[in-house]
């Protein structure tokens, strides 16, 4: 096991936050997906009856898809505030070069702050394991569709991690590395919305439907939701008469325009890549967007994680002092 | 010779810290470095400890450069910087064994190891003691602990007694006595000469960037220092006869006499020193106690870095 891992993790468990951290963690994931399920049922029963709701898998799938979200929201949210600190607080504390003096290599430096946060995340996710499997309980998913949005938030995770430790062994003070993260969190999480937004009026300023070729949207690539929705195979089968959105319609939405796929928001309710139940498959124009996501996140990894080494490695040519603040020795 | 340092030169912007620095730590010495505030001593250290590159001269830690093969001088080199922080949450055991981990020793060969350091320190008592409960004091121990937990030939400390109590001062003298007697090579840089003062076999004296003097530190204040003064305790009925003998001396100056205590400096090397002695004894004059009172190193720094004469 990586020193630095084992350290980091005991250091964080006796934090004196941590145990209120972690209860508070699981009653609000366990409180949300109580009001999620709440809500599927009210849903369901105002549209087509609670029964036929659960015998189809509506909220089982609302679940999932609600829960699969948060996850999500909260991995952006959370990992930079995990990781941001781990390289500047070293320096920080002066505790840096006694590190650099053993016989760990800056790569393992590196990997033990990044083990460390993110197993730190896995225990939060496996704390509400129960949470996030009762969907499965209800139906409307499978176990390929928990791989897939299991796989996505560990990726964003890695990713938004490998970012942060680099920002983290470039910064000088804990303060503009939790700022340069949470940068670099929000553009990839918010901007990207931004930016898709962009293209929507750019693309469709004359055709609304985006015409039978579709259209590329390349700021889908880089946003970890359109990267697991795409992922994730089969948004809800059309089993009801009454169309209702569930919270992955509007990413389909735009994910079935992009394919030239028209009619987008009743896709929800429609098998991907067929145009009515039973229906002939429509053809695949473009590769998932999930492709085009892994691919950009695992360079963006190598690069980061390749910088971040490259910074905590000595000899340098200068020793960079941590900045000062009132109270440091 | 563990450590050769020649010309090293290193740069921080328009700031020159070294300027060609020439160093011989010889191995199995305890090596004082001094220099005021801002002279290069650390950057020296950071250099020799394989964190700081150079940017001219050459450097040797035990026949390796540290600048291209640092994992190799990481092995037989334990570092203590002048400002170090604790994790703050281990026990002083798992700070062990956290840096013993981070050396590659073994998991079952820690524990011993452990004990053994503990016990050099004077800390097993505190075995089990969170860091930040510990005094100022034991930190620096814990410190030495550390930078000693695989065993390496030679120490680098860097001010190690700075903002320590007198107490925890003679303790860490203590110990780094003991260590240079376990046969450890120790470096140590200070700009309290004071510290230095009967624990250093060696010294060098460093300012703007350059080694003005390095050597045997008693070599170093006989070559600095032309005129010493000697003290010798005689019968008190003789003290006279002894203020005459000396005084008609060429090679001796300033002579005082007091009850019983003789004082007065020569010019010259130990054989005039014996002379005097063979004189005294000859006039028939006991001599109690005759003792040559060296220069103190507050001395010999100011006079190799031009503040003194």
């Known amino acids: 096991m990586n020193p630095v891992l084992g350290r980091e993790m005991r250091e964080r468990f006796r934090t004196r936050r941590a145990a209120p951290l972690f209860t508070l963690w699981v009653l609000g994931v366990g409180l949300v997906g109580y009001l999620m399920y709440l809500l599927a049922r009210e849903i369901a029963q105002s549209g087509f009856g609670i029964g036929r709701a659960i015998a189809g898998g509506f909220v089982g799938r609302f679940l999932f898809e609600t829960m699969a979200l948060i996850m999500l929201t909260a991995v952006i949210l959370v990992v930079p505030g995990l990781t941001a600190t781990s390289v500047v607080a070293e320096r920080e504390r002066q505790t840096l070069h006694l590190l650099q003096v053993t016989q760990l290599s800056a790569f393992q430096l590196v990997l033990g702050k990044l083990g460390s946060s993110l197993a730190y995340l896995g225990l939060l996710v496996v704390a509400v394991m129960p949470v996030l499997a009762l969907p499965l309980l209800f139906g409307g998913m499978g176990f390929g569709d928990v791989a897939a949005a299991v796989g996505m ?14 920002v983290s062994a470039r910064a000088r003070s804990s303060r503009g590395a939790v700022a340069g993260s949470y940068l670099w969190a929000i553009g990839i999480g918010i901007l990207s919305f931004l930016l898709l937004l962009g293209e929507f009026v750019v693309f469709h300023l004359d055709d609304p439907d985006g015409g039978p070729e579709g259209v590329e949207y390349v700021s889908t690539w880089v946003n970890p939701y359109f990267g697991m929705v795409s992922a994730i195979e089969a948004p809800l089968a059309r089993r009801f008469e009454v169309p209702f959105p569930t919270p992955f ?26 145009a009515e139940p039973g229906g002939e498959r429509l053809p695949t124009r473009r590769p998932p967007v999930w492709m085009y996501t892994v691919a950009i996140y695992l360079v963006i990894i190598v690069l980061t994680l390749r910088a971040a080494t490259r910074r905590l490695r000595v000899p340098t040519s200068r020793i960079r002092e941590p900045r000062r603040t009132r109270g440091s020795p | 010779m563990i450590v050769e340092l020649e010309g090293v030169e290193k740069r921080y912007g328009a700031t020159r810290a070294l300027a060609g620095a020439d160093l011989v730590v010889p191995e199995g010495s305890v090596f004082g470095l001094i220099g005021p505030n801002g002279a290069g001593k650390t950057t020296t250290l950071l250099i020799v400890s394989s964190l700081l590159a150079r940017d001219g001269g050459r450097v040797r830690v035990a026949g390796t450069d540290p600048q291209t093969d640092p994992e190799a001088v990481r092995r037989i080199l334990g570092y203590m910087p002048d400002f170090f ?15 013993a981990a981070a050396q590659r020793i073994p998991p079952p060969r820690r524990p011993a190891i452990i004990a053994d350091l503990l016990s050099l320190v004077e800390l097993e008592d505190k075995a089990d003691t969170e860091v930040n409960s510990l005094s100022r004091g034991m930190k620096q121990r814990l410190s030495l602990a550390r930078a000693l937990v695989h065993d390496p030939d030679l120490l680098v400390l860097d001010e190690p007694a700075s903002g320590l109590d007198p107490r925890a001062r003679i303790q860490q003298r203590e110990l780094i006595a003991e260590l240079a007697r376990m046969g450890k090579t120790i470096i140590i840089s200070s700009h309290i000469l004071s510290e230095l003062e009967g624990i250093c076999s060696h010294l060098a004296v460093i300012d703007e960037g350059l080694v003005k003097r390095q050597g045997e530190i008693g070599e170093i204040r006989h070559a600095l220092t032309e005129t010493h003064r000697i003290v010798a305790r005689v019968p008190d009925e003789r003290i006279d006869d002894v203020f005459d003998l000396v005084e008609a001396m060429p090679e001796t100056d300033e002579v005082v006499v007091e009850s019983g205590l003789a004082r007065f400096t020569y010019q010259g090397g130990d054989e005039v020193s014996a002379r005097i002695l063979a004189a005294v004894v000859a006039a028939g004059i006991p001599v109690f106690e005759w003792r040559t009172e060296s220069a103190g190193l507050e001395e010999v720094f100011m006079v190799i870095t031009g503040d003194g004469s």
């Not at chain 1, 394919?259 to 929800?268: A, E, I, R, S």
């Open chain 2, 85 to 99: 922080g604790f994790y703050d949450n281990l026990t002083t055991v798992e700070y062990l064994d956290f840096f």
């Open chain 1, 249 to 274: 319609t509007p990413f389909d939405a735009v994910l079935f325009v992009r394919q030239g796929q028209t009619d987008p928001f009743g896709v929800g309710f429609v098998e991907p890549g067929f």
């Open chain 1, 153 to 166: 938030v560990l990726l964003t995770a890695l990713m938004l991690g490998s970012v942060s430790i680099w």
